[in-house]
């Protein structure tokens, strides 16, 4: 798969600041911000700063110090949301099979409340 970056996408016009957001968390390399359109009690997508298109994109070509941010920002965004007692569901939509809508890569961390299956029946 190829991983044409293109930076028109909306997740690209929010870290270029062209849109708001409502921030939950700001590092070096990543961001977390609420969804629009929530799915769960807490819905909080966590996005790289860097130009990647999809979670494969990110793992095989991000550095080290960026993965690390990245995975470390999910982690304080569940413990600043109090999602670590309860639980909660990373997912990642990655192209075609998985509905990926916006091609910058990202986390959703869902939780507040019971998530039901994994997949709709
Ligand atoms: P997906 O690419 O299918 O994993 O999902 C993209 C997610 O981005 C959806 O849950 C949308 O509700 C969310 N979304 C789209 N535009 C915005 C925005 N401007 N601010 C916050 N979330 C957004």
Redesign the pocket.
Known sequence: MTHAYDDTN??AK?LRGE?P??TVLDTEHSLA?????P?AAV?V?VIPKGAYVTYDHFAREASDAQIADFTRAIAEVCRREGLEEGGYRL???VGEA?????PHM?V?ILGGQSLGPLLAE
């Not at 911000?33 to 359109?37: E, G, L």
């Not at 998985?98 to 916006?102: D, H, I, P, T």
């Open positions: 909306i997740f929010i849109i957001n409502d911000f609420r969804d629009i359109t799915k819905h997508l997912i990642s939509n998985g509905l990926q809508e916006v990202h959703h």
